[in-house]
DNA sequence: CTTTCTAATCGTAGCGCTACGATTAGTAGG
DNA sequence: CCTACTAATCGTAGCGCTACGATTAGAAAG
């Protein structure tokens, strides 16, 4: 910066003081300067510059995984949307570990960062006591309906399954199931579970609960699809935990011959691209915010009303 | 830092040698210091740190998009493999525009990053230079066969569209289809195309290109394939871009009661979970290193002959 | 008990920038 | 041409840490 200070036949100051605020340099200097930083390439330390103002336009987010689109394209969407407002992501992964979700937030508050972003309300005790001694803003997504730290983005998971639930019980599906990924790896999925678990107890159906050893897997979600329904051959209708899960089903009903959705109706949840093109089009849940969550915006979270238009019938 | 050097009765600099080189401190005083840190809640400085030892444990991965399962698992892959190294990704999303990712490897250099990965080999002139000028390890990876600017990781597209051309050939298919997502956003997807051309063409077969508006999309590739098959009847194979494209264009088959492989052979490039579970499950691509790419392990580039196993043939 | 070494600790000088008060240039009005 | 003001520029003192040479403590040998 001094080098580019020297060519430009100006103080660092008024170098710094251009890189942050152009405006406020005549522009006969600002030209110079910019003349100077292109001919010097000069690009400047932004730990110098962070460490001076005690700032960073870092902005963590920790999630459980990036490989699920849910995930990606939240991550996607924030990150389009912190960097138009000068913000870059720290990102973390968990993988469903809350002693790694510690480490990590104990590596990127390390960073000064300007914000962070953390998936769901669970988190270790020790986690919990770092966050409150930060004083950025500290964002929970993907859940909703507890009390979080601070702000809080996302919809209630225990709704949703209520509502899937609901709107299989106006169709007169009685006997249902659960095909889930492991819940200790998705708890959100447990919390539809739950929900949906609830409502269909309400109207005195029943449900089978079937949860996968490991990550999203169609193959085994197959496998236990047609497992379920030797136990339980009464079995009317299916909510998968995700869409993956789903299309797994669907493959296994084919195969087995069963019909969707006269044997066996199926719903998903995530409302990928794909579910559109099954055979026959694959009943889902679109997430609310999905396509447009803009944090910076402000809190966006999610009433039943809403939830409920987001059930994609297409069975 | 200091607050701690003083509650454990110690300098800073002890604190700071504990911090980096534990060992380096007597066992006293690293408890004396440990029990000060707990006790205060201490999180280092990171941004400091960096400026004062001019490194960073920062390292810059620049992706297209990582809302698709490519990138987001080699993100996911190269995140924990780094972060045991004691590394930090920080992710830059081009979304497919050269100019992003100028302004990204700008932004990322400013950290003083320890590393750089992108993605291909195609970087405006002024990404190149500033690139050039700095003298951490560069990684392009996703692509092979050219000279890359520092270290180079991945296979060769071009090598992929031909083994996969010269499969089909053997399986006896000549007349076959490219179904492709838009070049302009997956130039791989390009090279794999003239790849599979020439090796089609070699073999005195012939190829139909299709691309999509735009990014994946399983209904427009089904749409796609209804529209080629109608325009050239003779197509015998189709291979399509990734998986998600193929899985469109095998739901279109099945609604069009086209039998696969009779009518229509589909071979897809990615080789992801669902693949197995379709009906038929479905011909794919692994690209190598998709499970274990450790790139701190050095270069992991593959040659035709580990291709070639790569290619799963199940339809 | 002293000497001699090595291991452990400490002090100081930056790292490259920003914040902010001090200074100077520039402009309008008298 | 001077004064009074505002806008633009500058100088300096850190930000919190690390590197490294200087210093001291501790152990082994005589």
């Given at each position: 910066m001094s080098e580019v200070a020297q060519l430009a036949d100006v103080s660092p100051s008024t170098v710094s003081l251009y890189l942050r605020r152009p405006d406020e340099v005549s522009s006969r200097r600002a030209e110079r300067i910019q003349t100077a930083i292109d001919r010097l390439g000069y690009l400047p330390n932004t730990m110098a510059g962070g460490l001076a103002s005690s700032r960073s336009n870092i902005i963590g987010v920790i999630v459980p995984t990036i490989t699920f689109s849910f995930f990606s394209e939240t991550l996607e969407t924030l990150e389009k949307n912190l960097r138009t407002a000068g913000y870059q992501l720290l990102i973390g992964n968990t993988e469903f570990d809350a002693s790694r979700e510690e480490e990590l937030i104990r590596s990127i508050l390390s960073w000064n960062p300007a914000g962070l972003v953390l998936t769901g309300f669970s988190h270790s005790r020790k986690s919990v006591s770092l966050l409150a001694k930060s004083d950025i803003p500290i964002i929970e997504m993907w859940d909703y309906g507890q009390e979080g730290l601070d702000m809080v983005v996302g919809f209630s998971h225990h709704t949703c399954g209520r509502l899937v639930a609901e709107h299989l019980v106006r169709h007169g599906y009685r006997h249902t199931a659960f095909l889930s990924t492991n819940f200790q790896r998705d708890i959100r999925a447990r919390e539809r579970y739950l929900g949906f678990r609830d409502a269909i107890a309400d109207a005195g159906g029943s449900v089978v609960l079937r949860e996968l050893?490991?990550?999203?897997n169609t193959a085994e979600a197959g496998d236990l699809l047609r497992h379920m329904v030797d136990d339980h051959?009464?079995?009317?209708a299916v909510f998968c935990s995700n869409d993956m899960v789903a299309l797994g089903a669907m493959f296994e009903c084919r195969r087995q011959g069963w019909s969707i959705p006269e044997r066996l109706a199926i719903v998903g949840f995530g409302n990928q691209d794909f579910t559109g093109s099954t055979i026959p089009p694959m009943t889902t849940v679109e997430p609310p915010g999905k396509r447009s969550a803009n944090i910076s915006r402000g809190c966006c979270s999610t009433d039943s009303r809403e939830m409920t238009r987001q059930i994609r019938q297409r069975g």
């Open positions: 050893t490991g990550r999203s051959p009464e079995t009317q």
